[in-house]
């Protein structure tokens, strides 16, 4: 990507997430998350394992941080967001929790401010694939402490059904997004010494009609234990709406 697009990209960026969440907006494509228990709940067991007693920053925490559930176990907890909007808002949400222990600010994700080595743990929804990712990484890697992790759950960019209804509804993601692609996943493990990926969300996607009537949980618990089934087999993971991440032992810098 060329240097002289990235004020733009990231203004863009800000100015998108900056609306969205100012007006809390929920486009069509909303209803889709309501499948998607399977692997947020994925991502919180992962962090919150990880996280009692450690310094743990949630990068690109939006206006609803995760990293409050994880707040009170952990040592401290820092966010960071493009978005001053949600920044604003995840500091009101801590204050309104009594937390001590808890940070949100304005960042570039991909120039970080802080010193090499701050965190034992970096975890993020959703996020990397609004990022250049090799940038995005180097920095993850040079602020997290040797033996730290990294865990993010980010939408995956295979499935031509799925991409089929991202062309069909532009207006709900930003120009630069870029779901991950298998060649994404090897970069990060290029990262780390050690790189795990469960896949989630094929089947799933069909309780969506679902929501809200009485079988809608029954059906998609089948369906869930259906994509585990789907997913052991190699290759399959092209199919998945979205991965967890579990990213560990970072590479050593340079």
Same mark, same amino acid.
């Given at each position: 990507?060329?240097?002289?697009?990235?004020?733009?990209?990231?203004?863009?960026?800000?100015?998108?997430?900056?609306?969205?969440?100012?007006?809390?907006?929920?486009?069509?494509?909303?209803? &889709?998350?309501?499948?998607?228990?399977?692997?947020?709940?994925?991502?919180?067991?992962?962090?919150?394992?990880?996280?009692?007693?450690?310094?743990?920053?949630?990068?690109?925490?939006?206006?609803?941080?995760?990293?409050?559930?994880?707040?009170?176990?952990?040592?401290?907890?820092?966010?960071?967001?493009?978005? %001053?909007?949600?920044?604003?808002?995840?500091?009101?949400?801590?204050?309104?929790?009594?937390?001590?222990?808890?940070?949100?600010?304005?960042?570039?994700?991909?120039?970080?401010?802080?010193?090499?080595?701050?965190?034992?743990?970096?975890?993020?929804?959703?996020?990397?694939?609004?990022?250049?990712?090799?940038?995005?990484?180097?920095?993850?890697?040079?602020?997290?402490?040797?033996? %730290?992790?990294?865990? &993010?759950?980010?939408?995956?960019?295979?499935?031509?059904?799925?991409?089929?209804?991202?062309?069909?509804?532009?207006?709900?993601?930003?120009?630069?997004?870029?779901?991950?692609?298998?060649?994404?996943?090897?970069?990060?493990?290029?990262?780390?010494?050690?790189?795990?990926?469960?896949?989630?969300?094929?089947?799933?996607?069909?309780?969506?009609?679902?929501?809200?009537?009485?079988?809608?949980?029954?059906?998609?618990? %089948?369906?869930?234990?259906?994509?585990?089934?789907?997913?052991?087999?190699?290759?399959?993971?092209?199919?998945?709406?979205?991965?967890?991440?579990?990213?560990?032992?970072?590479?050593?810098?340079?």
């Amino acid at each position: 990507m060329s240097h002289e697009l990235e004020p733009e990209r990231k203004e863009s960026e800000r100015r998108f997430h900056d609306a969205r969440f100012e007006h809390e907006v929920r486009g069509p494509v909303h209803k &889709f998350y309501a499948v998607t228990e399977a692997s947020t709940e994925r991502l919180r067991e992962e962090v919150s394992r990880r996280s009692r007693g450690k310094e743990v920053l949630e990068y690109g925490c939006g206006p609803h941080p995760d990293a409050l559930a994880f707040a009170r176990d952990a040592a401290t907890i820092t966010g960071i967001d493009i978005s %001053g909007v949600a920044a604003r808002r995840a500091t009101e949400a801590a204050q309104a929790a009594g937390l001590r222990n808890a940070r949100f600010v304005v960042m570039d994700a991909e120039q970080m401010e802080f010193e090499d080595d701050s965190f034992d743990l970096v975890f993020g929804t959703s996020i990397l694939h609004h990022l250049e990712l090799e940038r995005s990484l180097s920095e993850i890697v040079r602020v997290l402490r040797p033996g %730290g992790t990294a865990v &993010f759950l980010e939408p995956l960019g295979h499935n031509p059904a799925i991409n089929l209804y991202r062309r069909l509804t532009p207006r709900y993601r930003t120009p630069d997004e870029h779901p991950l692609m298998m060649a994404d996943l090897r970069l990060a493990s290029s990262f780390f010494g050690e790189a795990r990926y469960s896949f989630h969300h094929f089947l799933s996607l069909l309780a969506v009609p679902l929501r809200g009537a009485r079988p809608f949980r029954p059906v998609l618990r %089948g369906l869930d234990l259906a994509d585990k089934t789907i997913f052991r087999v190699p290759g399959a993971g092209r199919l998945a709406w979205f991965v967890v991440m579990v990213l560990e032992r970072p590479a050593p810098r340079g």
